[in-house]
Nanobody, 124 residues
Framework: QVQLVESGGGLVQAGGSLKLSCAAS????????MGWFRQAPGKEREFVAA????????HYADTVKGRFTISRDNAKNTMYLQMNSLKPEDTAVYYC?????????????????WGQGTQVTVSS
């Protein structure tokens, strides 16, 4: 069992930055690939970014590439999402997720565990 807790969300003006954190329980954090998803009101949950078990490989949605950076610190059992140049379109609930699967990193079915979500609101 893995518990995931997101933090760092909030209200920021367009062009600003936020850094999200995802804290994982236990000592098996390094066994899981990790990802961030987001869900805006009235829309389906969408892929944002993923990072491999070691942190050596990353993948980003086209909508955030160049603005967001995903990383992890396995010694701290924590994953991060640095969000820069935020846009109002980035407004959503952001979810942390953990995977141990061969399924594509961009789909929700590939992830075994999910956090509760943290709200990110970007104002104009």
């Amino acid at each position: 069992q893995v518990q995931l807790v997101e933090s760092g969300g909030g209200l920021v003006q367009a062009g600003g930055s936020l850094k999200l954190s995802c804290a994982a329980s236990g000592r098996t954090f390094s066994a899981y690939g990790m990802g961030w998803f987001r869900q805006a009101p009235g829309k389906e949950r969408e892929f944002v970014a993923a990072v491999s078990r070691s942190g050596g490989a990353t993948h980003y949605a086209d909508t955030v590439k160049g603005r967001f950076t995903i990383s992890r610190d396995n010694a701290k059992n924590t994953m991060y999402l640095q969000m820069n140049s935020l846009k109002p379109e980035d407004t959503a609930v952001y979810y942390c997720a953990a995977r141990n699967s061969i399924l594509a990193v961009t789909i929700t079915q590939g992830y075994n565990y999910w956090g509760q979500g943290t709200q990110v609101t970007v104002s104009s």
